[in-house]
Structure formats: structure tokens, C-alpha cells
């Protein structure tokens, strides 16, 4: 805990890193993720070749299709974490500015909603839609918007007792009003905390699916897929699980560090106020 | 005097639905306001004062029953439809809260409070509301309001926040400012500037104030009438000095003496 301050830096900088050649490498990059080369299979990591970490099984760049697999990963994370916070935000004020008969309502929807179980849940949805990359975002988003709802209606309940709040009341504010000018931008510190927890918790449910054959389609890859098709090829290939299962690991990594210093940062300011 | 009264209370009292039963914390308070006076309400800790304001505003809790009638500038305030109550709140009658330090926005700079009140009320741009913030700024004593308007709550000191609370209040030019505790969280210098102020404001724009306190030093300095309340109920009211020479009941009698065993000074106050 007392240590936090320098490691953020380095995980931030990790971060960007990732990001930067997630964007960058795939686009100068003389491979593409899907062009089979039946001369290059299993190609041995050499900068010789300009394969730096090699080919796989069917002579595709693994650099590429490594960077192509953090895209995905990191767009379905993005994504995903925006909706289920747009949602979540704005039921969860509300709720718990509402109070009383609407809060009930709206809260008990979420309770239900949470008694959906999540796996087959994705599962009727791909066999209803079939599998595609949007079907992820609302998949993820339609579930990690309820812990955004609670969290936002558990602060605006606390906030809604703020003599400010009063003070707004007084001053001739509608409800509506007073959300949008005094309630949102006194969450916005919590939000920007569980925005950084919550994107390393949808890569790996993103990765999980991938691992479960309902991710990304082929020749498309996410890491999660890639690590799933790594592992069958373990023996043989070790570098193929190695990579992506790195990568992965680096990235939540960083996620959580910085989740976990930003939550640090807001917390003194959230108990005193001024 | 009589022609127009800025605020006529008639019998109005709140009901709170407990669980053992109803609860009056507010039982048939009736009292008349001129324009240009200042109407003081003392009274000790849960009497009701606090509830009788909001009455005034209809901003009683949930669940609470309010009665009576009480007339802004001739206009029925109690049972008012919620919008007609919003577009008065803020604009003909407004409200300056005990505690500086909580009643304004951590997140948003004072330009941005102030402006919004003119915003919803008077439906200005947000550059011409910046302005005439910060006109109201400067007449409540606040140097550089230019820069003040940029600026975070937590960079002003308490007497300073309280200044801009009673510029938010004042922004609309209303013609009943009801003051809770203005003065309490504030130390004593600080406290005599902000009433020195409002005494100054309310001769310059002409507005009724309702200063709800319970120190009594603080009524002799600035009330010209004076209402006791105890346990929901107006006990004696008068001009300030009269209340304060001859006391007629035992709740005022009480209060007085309580404020002169605190600071032996408050006898020689008036």
C-alpha cells in the first residue's frame, strides 16, 4: 500500500506502450493476421526473417496477430466498460436520487437481472445471433452494468444528504437539473476508479469466451482465443500460449495497478468533501 | 407599510408521519413580514425553526403534512403546484444556509453555482449570467470577483464562502431571504461582517429577511421584530427591543438568560 506511488508510473507507461504498438505494428507491419504462408510454418523467433516471434502453426506473423489479438481484446474491453458505465451511471443516479417507490423498481430489476447466470446467458445469445464482435460488447456490457449501478446509487444516496444538494433544491433546480450539474460531476472521481477495475475484469471475461470457443471469429483472434488455441498447441509450440498468456497477464496487470492507485488517490477526498 | 407585505404566514403548520403516530413539529405559526424588515426567529435546538423554513419553501421531507397558508408578496406558497414552487425557490424567495463549507458544490468552480441560478431563473446566457455573478460578487464585499468566479469552494476562506452563498441567494433579487444560522460556523469577526452585510443588502434592494437563530446577541444587533418559537409553537413575538426588555414568557426569559451567562456582555448589546 505504501509503495503505490512510484509503481503507477511504470504501469501507466506499460500501458501506453501496449496500446501504442497494439496500434502501430499491425499498420507497418509487412504481414497481415489472416494470409496463410505455406513456406514460413513454425518459423523460429529471428530478426533475420522479420518474423521477430516467429510464424505459427498455419506460417502467419505471431507478432501480428499478437498486437490484432490486444486490438480486439482491448476494444471489446473499452467498449464494453463504456456501455455497461453510460448504463449503469445513469440508472444507478437515478435510483438513488429518485428514492422511494422508483428506487425499489429500478433496484429489483438489477437484482433480477444479477440472478441471470452469465455463461449461458452469452451462450443463447450467440445461438440466437451468432457469433460476432458486437454481440460481445452487449453481452459484457449487459452484465458489468449492474455492479456500476449499485456503486453509483450507493454515493448519490450519500451525496442526495449533502446540504449542497439542499442548496441546489432551494435555488429552484429541477431534479433533472441537479442530476446532471450537482449529482454526475461528484461521481465522476468513483466512476474514473471503477472504469480503470472494471476494463482489466472484461479482458478477461472477453478471454475466457475466447477461451470457450464463443469469442472472436477466426481469422479474427483476441488474446483470449489465442491463448485458447496456444494451449492445444503446447507441447509443440510453447511460444504460441507463451506470448499471448504474457501479454494478458501485463495488461490486467497494469489495469489493476492503476485502478488500485486512482482508488487510493480519490479515497481521502471522498471523506472530507472540500 | 401595510400596502404590500413581502411575507404573511397564517396559521401554518408541518406534520411528520411517525412511527408511533403523526408528529407536529411546527403547530399554527402565523407572523407578518414588510418589505425592508428583518423578522428574527429564535429558539433552542429542535424547535422547529428549521422545519418552518422549509415549509416556507416546500421543501418538507416526504410524507410530512404542511397546513395553513402562507402569502410570498400575495402569492399562496403552501399547497402550490411543484413547478410554480421550483420557478419561486431561488428567485423570490431564497435561502442562505448555516454551513458555508457544505452548502456549496466541491466540484464546480463559483462562476459556475452562481451563473446557473441566473440560468434556470432568468434564462441568461451563461456569459451574461459569468457577469452580472460577478456584479453580485462585488456587492457582497469580495475583492478580484473576477478571478473568485474561477475559482474551486476549498480555495475561499469560511466568511468568504458565506459571501458568495448570500450572492446566490441574492442573484435573483428576492423578496424574502430566509438566513438559517448564517452566522454559527463562522467566528465572531467574520460573523460581524456578514451582518453587517446583510443589514447593508437588505436596506440597498429592500428585501424581507427571516433570520433564524438562537443567539440572541446576534437578534439585537440586526432584528427589528423578534419571534420566539419553543417545541413547534410561536410563543411571543415584538419588536426587538420590547421583547428584550420586558420577555413575557418563560422560553424567551430563558434564552436571554442563557445568552448573558455565556458572555456577560449581551445585556449591554441593545
Same mark, same amino acid.
Given at each position: 500500500m505504501?509503495?503505490?506511488p512510484?509503481?503507477p ?5 506499460l500501458l ?6 497494439a496500434?502501430?505494428?499491425?499498420w ?12 514460413e510454418l513454425?518459423l ?5 526473417n522479420g518474423h521477430?516471434?516467429g510464424?505459427?502453426?498455419?506460417g ?8 490484432w489479438?490486444c486490438?480486439?481484446?482491448l476494444?471489446v ?11 449503469g451511471?445513469l440508472?444507478?443516479?437515478?435510483a438513488?436520487?429518485?428514492?422511494g417507490r422508483v ?5 429489483r430489476?438489477?437484482d433480477?437481472?444479477?440472478a441471470?447466470p452469465?455463461i449461458?446467458?452469452?451462450i443463447v445469445?450467440t445461438?440466437?445471433?451468432g457469433?460476432?464482435i458486437v454481440?460481445l ?21 450519500a451525496?442526495?444528504q449533502?446540504?449542497f444538494?439542499?442548496a ?8 433533472a437539473?441537479?442530476?446532471?450539474r450537482h449529482?454526475?460531476?461528484n461521481?465522476?472521481?468513483i466512476?474514473a476508479?471503477y ?6 475484469t ?8 475466447g ?5 472472436a471469429?477466426a481469422?479474427?483472434?483476441s ?8 494451449a492445444?498447441q503446447l507441447?509443440?509450440?510453447?511460444r504460441?500460449l507463451?506470448?499471448p498468456?504474457?501479454?494478458?497477464a501485463l ?7 492503476l485502478?488500485?492507485a486512482?482508488?487510493?488517490?480519490f479515497?481521502?477526498?471522498?471523506g472530507g468533501?472540500? | 407599510m401595510? *400596502?404590500? #407585505?413581502a &411575507?404573511?404566514?397564517? +396559521?401554518?403548520? %408541518?406534520?411528520h408521519? !411517525?412511527?408511533?403516530?403523526? /408528529? ?9 413580514l ?10 433552542e435546538s ?8 422549509? *415549509?416556507? #419553501?416546500? &421543501?418538507s421531507?416526504? +410524507?410530512a403534512? %404542511?397546513?395553513?397558508? !402562507?402569502?410570498l408578496?400575495? /402569492?399562496q406558497l403552501v399547497?402550490a403546484d411543484?413547478r410554480?414552487l ?6 423570490r424567495i ?9 452548502a456549496?458544490?466541491?466540484y ?13 431563473h432568468r ?6 449570467a459569468l457577469l ?8 457582497v ?9 474561477r475559482q474551486h469552494p ?5 466568511g468568504m464562502?458565506?459571501?458568495?452563498l448570500?450572492?446566490?441567494a441574492?442573484l435573483c ?6 438566513a438559517?444560522?448564517?452566522t454559527?460556523?463562522l ?5 460581524a ?6 443589514l ?7 428585501m424581507?429577511v ?5 443567539d440572541?446577541?446576534v437578534?439585537?444587533?440586526?432584528a427589528?421584530d423578534v419571534?420566539?418559537m419553543?417545541?413547534?409553537v ?13 420577555p413575557?414568557?418563560?422560553a424567551?426569559?430563558?434564552?436571554l438568560a442563557?445568552?448573558?451567562q455565556?458572555?456577560?456582555?449581551a445585556?449591554?448589546?441593545i
Amino acid at each position: 500500500m505504501n509503495s503505490t506511488p512510484p509503481l503507477p508510473r511504470w504501469s501507466l507507461l506499460l500501458l501506453l506502450t501496449i496500446v501504442v504498438l497494439a496500434v502501430v505494428v499491425p499498420w507497418i507491419s509487412p504481414w497481415t493476421y489472416y494470409t496463410p504462408s505455406w513456406d514460413e510454418l513454425d518459423l523460429e523467433p529471428t530478426f533475420a526473417n522479420g518474423h521477430w516471434l516467429g510464424t505459427d502453426d498455419l506460417g502467419r506473423d505471431l507478432l501480428v496477430r499478437l498486437m490484432w489479438g490486444c486490438r480486439i481484446s482491448l476494444l471489446v474491453a473499452v467498449a464494453a466498460s463504456l456501455t455497461s458505465l453510460f448504463i449503469g451511471v445513469l440508472w444507478g443516479a437515478t435510483a438513488g436520487y429518485a428514492g422511494g417507490r422508483v428506487d425499489a423498481w429500478l433496484m429489483r430489476t438489477v437484482d433480477v437481472l444479477y440472478a441471470v447466470p452469465f455463461i449461458p446467458f452469452v451462450i443463447v445469445l450467440t445461438v440466437l445471433f451468432g457469433r460476432n464482435i458486437v454481440l460481445l460488447f452487449v453481452a459484457i456490457g449487459a452484465v458489468s452494468w449492474l455492479d456500476t449501478a449499485r456503486i453509483v446509487r450507493g454515493q448519490t444516496l450519500a451525496l442526495r444528504q449533502r446540504e449542497f444538494i439542499t442548496a441546489a433544491r432551494v435555488g429552484g433546480m429541477s431534479p433533472a437539473q441537479i442530476v446532471r450539474r450537482h449529482v454526475l460531476p461528484n461521481l465522476a472521481g468513483i466512476v474514473a476508479v471503477y472504469l480503470t477495475l472494471t476494463i482489466p475484469t472484461v479482458i478477461l471475461v472477453e478471454a475466457f469466451l475466447g477461451y470457450l470457443g464463443l469469442g472472436a471469429q477466426a481469422p479474427l483472434t483476441s488474446l483470449g482465443v489465442m491463448i485458447a488455441d496456444g494451449a492445444a498447441q503446447l507441447r509443440s509450440r510453447p511460444r504460441l500460449l507463451i506470448c499471448p498468456a504474457l501479454l494478458l497477464a501485463l495488461l490486467v496487470l497494469c489495469c489493476n495497478r492503476l485502478g488500485d492507485a486512482l482508488r487510493d488517490h480519490f479515497d481521502p477526498a471522498s471523506g472530507g468533501g472540500a | 407599510m401595510s *400596502a404590500m #407585505l413581502a &411575507l404573511q404566514v397564517d +396559521g401554518l403548520s %408541518v406534520t411528520h408521519a !411517525a412511527a408511533d403516530g403523526a /408528529r407536529t413539529v411546527v403547530s399554527g405559526v402565523s407572523f407578518e413580514l414588510a418589505r425592508g424588515r428583518i423578522l428574527g426567529i429564535a429558539g433552542e435546538s429542535g424547535c422547529g425553526k428549521t422545519q418552518l423554513l422549509l *415549509a416556507l #419553501l416546500g &421543501l418538507s421531507p416526504p +410524507g410530512a403534512q %404542511v397546513s395553513g397558508s !402562507a402569502l410570498l408578496s400575495g /402569492r399562496q406558497l403552501v399547497g402550490a403546484d411543484r413547478r410554480v414552487l421550483r420557478s419561486l425557490r431561488g428567485n423570490r424567495i431564497a435561502m442562505v444556509f448555516q454551513d458555508p463549507m457544505t452548502a456549496l458544490n466541491p466540484y464546480l468552480t463559483i462562476g459556475t453555482q452562481l451563473a446557473e441560478v441566473l440560468q434556470v431563473h432568468r434564462g441568461l446566457s451563461k456569459s451574461q449570467a459569468l457577469l452580472h455573478s460577478q456584479h453580485m460578487l462585488e456587492a457582497v464585499g469580495i475583492d478580484a470577483p473576477a478571478r473568485r468566479l474561477r475559482q474551486h469552494p476549498h480555495e475561499l476562506s469560511g466568511g468568504m464562502r458565506q459571501r458568495v452563498l448570500l450572492a446566490m441567494a441574492l442573484l435573483c433579487e428576492p423578496d424574502v431571504l430566509l438566513a438559517d444560522e448564517p452566522t454559527t460556523a463562522l467566528d465572531v469577526t467574520v460573523q460581524a461582517q456578514i451582518l453587517d452585510l446583510l443589514l447593508d443588502l437588505r436596506e440597498r434592494l429592500g428585501m424581507a429577511v427571516v433570520l433564524v437563530t438562537h443567539d440572541m446577541g446576534v437578534l439585537a444587533q440586526v432584528a427589528d421584530d423578534v419571534a420566539v418559537m419553543h417545541a413547534g409553537v410561536l410563543v411571543e413575538q415584538g419588536p426587538v427591543q420590547q421583547l428584550f426588555d420586558a420577555p413575557q414568557s418563560s422560553a424567551t426569559q430563558s434564552l436571554l438568560a442563557a445568552a448573558r451567562q455565556l458572555s456577560p456582555t449581551a445585556q449591554s448589546l441593545i
